[in-house]
């Protein structure tokens, strides 16, 4: 597609349901990127998947979160067991280039609320 | 740990006027260096890459400059609309391959 594509653009979760978060890049980019941004917040780090290596989990803030991409396209972020302190956007960046130069393209983001 | 700091966190100006937005970060190792504007309830729009190679990158009104020695970057808008009103983010590429980011400048504009 033209642009990063996420899905949903919202989620409305009660506590301890999981949650499933996903994303689309742009076509042939081969680095994908997760980052969290809560409400008034930087943006947090969470997992960078790039080709077939293994990825940098080095920022999700527990085991309830976990992502996988699939084909070395589509992505998905699950979160298990979600509390209140998830709430938060969640947004997804790619990149086309596979050394350490390349732009970044963000979605629009999915907005998690959990009560 | 690389840190990245935004000053001001917010800015509002008459429009017209020529502003400047600096960044700055501890570790001077990185590859790039991309300054993104964010408006409020979307994702991120890249504005300008600067790879470390270089001095500085210019997109229209945009000019932004890489001082990789002394850790500063600076984000240069001329002539300022009240269109540009919008979180401007600054972020860096080390080696841990994952951008980290500044809080960000907010910015206004007054018509």
């Known amino acids: 597609g033209a642009g990063v594509s996420q899905s949903p653009s919202n989620k409305v979760t009660e506590k301890g349901k999981d949650v499933e978060l996903r994303c689309d890049p742009i076509s042939g980019h081969t680095a994908l990127y997760w980052y969290r941004q809560s409400l008034g917040q930087g943006l947090e780090f969470l997992i960078y998947?790039?080709?077939?290596?293994?990825?940098?989990k080095s920022g999700l803030p527990s085991d309830r979160f976990s992502a996988e991409r699939t084909g070395g396209s589509v992505s998905t972020l699950t979160i298990q067991r979600t509390q209140q302190e998830d709430s938060a956007v969640y947004l997804c960046a790619s990149s086309g280039t596979s050394g350490e130069a390349g732009e970044l393209f963000f979605g629009e983001g999915s907005r998690l609320t959990v009560l | 740990k690389q840190e990245v700091t935004q000053i001001p966190a917010a800015l509002s100006v008459p429009e017209g006027e020529n502003l400047v937005l600096n960044c700055s970060f501890t570790d001077s190792a990185i590859y790039n260096l991309q300054w993104f504007r964010q408006d409020p309830g979307k994702g991120l729009t890249s504005l300008l890459l600067?790879?470390?190679?270089?001095r500085e990158q210019t997109s229209g009104r945009l000019n932004a400059s890489l001082d990789k020695s002394s850790g500063r970057s600076t984000l240069y808008i001329a002539a300022s609309q009240p269109g540009d009103s919008a979180t401007y983010l600054c972020?860096?590429?080390?080696?841990?391959?994952?951008?980290?980011f500044g809080s960000g400048t907010r910015l206004q504009v007054q018509p």
């Open positions: 972020a860096v590429k080390g080696g841990r391959r994952a951008l980290t």
């Open positions: 600067i790879q470390s190679s270089q």
């Open positions: 998947f790039q080709g077939n290596s293994a990825p940098d």
